[in-house]
């Protein structure tokens, strides 16, 4: 169901909450978290919601979608209601502001009153995020705070901001989408030889944030030199290489779908590797709701990573 | 119980050479949540692999196993079975059975990836060159696919078939394993169908693999809500406190199903409820329930306190007076017209198999002295459910007037473990008004409608332990003996009476004996 409240205040929007829920049955009781959504208002809005619809089957919460419309108009505030089918298994409150309302502050004003009581409250950015996060108006209501330096204009810009200011609470896309390579390479690391990484060389696309997070967070964690190289073909990460004394570890993903895992001594292991979606993703960010310090560290290691020029190749 | 379990058991795995435990993985940190354990290189073979529960749980399982990326690569599936089938008809067969019953999406690159382990051997158990042929193809795969040496056998085949194979194993060298690889063994119930059978069960597969290396499925124990239990009453403030015989009245355990034996009569003729649900099920949602706190969550711990809480489990007597058996009988149910467990095809019309059971237990600690734990279970009852009901005992001092709290019953904490999986707590509230009036009010928590969409099946949950190594959601030799310990008195009075089971319409919830067995203390049971 779908209920639109023109020209309204918040106050209009929690009390008609209210009554929806004492005609239509329960909604809002049991809902874990208040996901608020940050975006200009357009056609990406509904994308964002569906991601969140999608990731609240796992995380039931309250969805904010605060919706920057034109600047320059009269103050005015078109709020929408989304339960049942409309709204998985969330209830979606849409917000769109207007001229002074379409600001930063007044913004977070009118989200305040719709949190959950007592309940966390995870800020998205889908699309351009502020600079500093934690410093947002927005982002200052919020234990978590999630952005995507993919889906920016410029990546490398938003990953370059995203490590100046990083604090605890903030994650990154760029990092969930990581999550699968990860557990590849240390569940490889589980099993004999147990010998130490020497070094490691990662490889994807000139311009991909990812590959240089993972770059990252291998140098943080292993402390060996780690090159970060451009690849020859091949979309976001391409390839990662573990040298041991018994021969190097490989993890290879020439066609963004299937990885290759190649060990010194063994067959090679195929494993179906794709690149993972948004809503995915945010599903695997609502998880937790506790700072990622993993994330933190690997940030930080991407300055100790050294830059490769030569293309490696990547084929199977 | 997440992470805590696996932090504690790495031990569990295979080889245990001292480079092992010299070695900490750099990559891994226990603040990083997000890296899931993946299982390492291993294969898992099926026996039985035609069978209804290998093509509706353990096929898809797998599959949404791979989906979610927690597979090794290179992982392979065998099955073995005595249908004539080629590699392909496998194929087909497990593909029809992941389009039908997974729970994840079907992703095309994944089934790919995965299908390229599956091999198919054909052969009956007593066959030595079937058995010849499934250690040559498990080489292969080891050579081919990498998995290692490191192979699970899933025997979903009848106990009567238990001996045959494990011996097979123990020839064709199967079974045995060294530092490097690990062979683990998983069989299902029954386990058994009293202490001596079990404990002959358990010698016969002891003698081929070792205790630590053998995984006893109960379903029920993958059940997240099951699991949630220990989560509910050990990481909050709000119930331990009250989790005793100060406050605490009596406990039901209730499994009930809707539907009917027709078609079972084969396995359920002469086993009946009590040995086919209580023993396992019921006693292990018991011991879930009273167990004290385990110092931690690691499967030792977590053993030693339902061994203890088992240990302590009594049944209460006099047995005519604190059990009741009933058999369904024919009739309308929800309106369909069903056949009572006397007509049902395969059963003997003088049957005495019971469907319905109840018992009565105590549980002598000084936590519980006192409190009886109600266990029943049924098939054809009013609907399928099973929960825990905890019930509390009446405020000592009212300080009302008796027609204000007429309506005022129990309070009641109640774990749905399935279906609409969560938690109920009743407890008093005034009726608006301007009199004071209490009637009974319900807060509801729906675990189950929100949370579990996403969240893995029982079986996703239990083969990935398998192939992990993580021994906690799996009873031991000593569980399983302990049980039949505990029921098998009441299966033995009830077999030297020369009265059968009393009858119970289809759709109700039991026998007249049941109601009155708790009715003797002034007590009844929870309409589920």
């Known amino acids: ?316 | 119980m997440g992470s805590g379990v696996n932090a504690g058991v790495t031990r569990a795995s295979a080889s245990t050479g001292a480079s092992e435990r010299d070695w900490t993985n750099p990559l891994r940190d226990p603040r990083d949540k997000r890296l899931p354990r993946i299982a390492g290189p291993c294969g898992l073979v099926i026996f039985g692999v035609t069978g209804d529960l290998s093509r509706k749980k353990l096929m898809p399982a797998i599959y949404d196993l791979a989906n979610r990326g927690l597979l090794p690569p290179g992982f392979a599936l065998t099955g073995f079975a005595r249908r004539e089938w080629g590699q392909e008809d496998f194929g087909q067969v497990v593909y029809e059975a992941v389009k039908q019953y997974a729970r994840t999406p079907f992703r095309q690159e994944v089934w790919d990836r995965l299908a390229e382990g599956f091999r198919f051997v054909q052969g009956s158990f007593d066959d030595d060159d079937a058995f010849d042929r499934l250690e040559q193809t498990v080489a292969d795969l080891d050579r081919i696919r990498g998995t290692s040496g490191n192979h699970a056998f899933y025997l979903s085949i009848p106990p009567s078939a238990f001996p045959v194979v494990c011996k097979q194993l123990a020839r064709s060298g199967l079974s045995a394993q060294d530092v490097e690889q690990w062979r683990r063994v998983v069989i299902e119930k029954p386990f058994g169908h009293d202490l001596q059978s079990a404990r002959e069960l358990n010698e016969i597969v002891d003698e081929v693999f070792p205790e630590d290396s053998v995984f006893r499925i109960d379903h029920y124990l993958g059940k997240e809500t099951v699991q949630n239990i220990l989560a509910l009453r050990f990481a909050n403030q709000l119930f331990e406190p009250i989790w005793n015989s100060h406050y605490v009245d009596h406990v039901q355990i209730t499994m009930a199903e809707d539907i009917g034996l027709g078609g079972r009569a084969g396995y359920y003729d002469g086993i009946g409820a009590a040995r086919d649900v209580i023993q396992n099920h019921l006693l292990q949602l018991l011991a879930f329930t009273a167990m004290e706190e385990p110092t931690s969550f690691s499967s030792d711990e977590l053993r030693a306190e339902k061994i203890k809480v088992l240990n302590a489990t009594r049944l209460v007597g006099p047995l005519d007076e604190t059990t009741a058996r009933g058999q369904y009988t024919g009739g309308w149910q929800g309106g369909e017209l069903v056949r009572g467990l006397k007509e049902e095809e395969g059963f003997d019309p003088n049957s005495h198999t019971e469907t319905f059971a109840a018992i009565t237990c105590e549980v002598n600690s000084r936590r519980w002295a006192g409190v009886p734990f109600y266990l029943r279970t049924g098939k054809r009852l009013g609907r399928r459910v099973t929960e825990i009901a905890v019930v509390f005992k009446r405020a000592p001092h009212l300080p009302f007037d008796a027609t204000m709290t007429e309506e005022l019953g129990q309070n009641a904490f109640v774990i749905r473990v399935q279906p609409d999986e969560g938690v109920t707590m009743r407890f008093g509230s005034k009726v608006p008004g301007s009199q004071m009036e209490v009637r009974d009010v319900t807060m509801d928590f729906g675990y189950g409608t929100a949370f579990t969409e996403a969240s893995p099946e029982a079986y996703e949950r239990l083969i990935l332990d398998v192939l992990l190594g993580e021994p906690s959601l799996f009873p031991v030799n000593e569980e399983v003996e302990r049980s039949w310990e505990i029921l098998d008195p009441v299966i033995e009075h009830w077999a030297a009476q020369e009265k059968g089971p009393d009858p119970y319409p289809a759709g109700s919830w039991g026998p007249e004996s049941a109601q009155q067995m708790l009715a003797r203390t002034g007590r009844a049971w929870r309409r589920p």
């Open chain 1, 1 to 316: 169901m779908i209920v639109d409240l023109p020209s309204s205040t918040t106050s209009a929007v929690n009390r008609k909450l209210v009554e929806l829920r004492e005609t239509g049955g329960v909604l809002a009781l049991g809902r874990v978290l208040t996901l608020v959504v940050v975006t200009d208002d357009g056609a990406d809005i509904e994308s964002a919601i569906a991601a969140a619809n999608s990731a609240s089957r796992e995380h039931p919460c309250r969805v904010i979608v605060l919706a920057r419309g034109q600047r320059r108009a009269a103050a005015r505030l078109d709020a929408q209601i989304r339960v049942g089918g409309d709204a998985g298994a969330s209830e979606v409150i849409v917000l769109r502001g207007y001229g002074p309302l379409a600001a930063d502050e007044p913004g977070a004003g009118m989200v305040a009153p719709l949190l959950l009581p007592d309940a966390p409250v995870v800020a998205w950015w889908p699309g351009e995020a502020p600079a500093v996060p934690s410093g947002d108006a927005i982002g200052r209501l919020a234990q978590r705070r999630i952005t995507d330096a993919l889906s920016a204009k410029n990546p490398i810009r938003a990953f370059e901001q995203r490590r100046a200011h990083h604090v605890a609470g903030d994650t990154d896309l760029t990092w969930t989408r990581l999550t699968h390579w990860r557990a590849l390479l240390a569940a490889a690391l589980d099993h004999p030889p147990y010998e130490a990484v020497t070094s490691a060389v990662v490889a994807g696309e000139a311009v991909s944030p990812s590959t240089d997070l993972l770059a990252g967070w291998l140098s943080n964690r292993l402390g060996v030199k780690v090159k970060r190289s451009p690849s020859s073909s091949g979309a976001g990460m391409s390839s990662v290489r573990l040298n041991r004394p018994s021969g190097p570890i490989e993890l290879i993903r020439p066609d963004g779908r299937t990885g290759t895992l190649r060990q010194p001594g063994q067959p090679d292991r195929l494993i179906a590797l794709s690149r993972r979606g948004v809503p995915d993703c945010l599903a695997e960010e609502l998880r937790r709701l506790d700072p990622d310090e993993i994330y933190g560290a690997a940030l930080t290691g991407v300055a100790d990573i050294a830059r490769g020029r030569t293309p490696v190749k990547v084929e199977v």
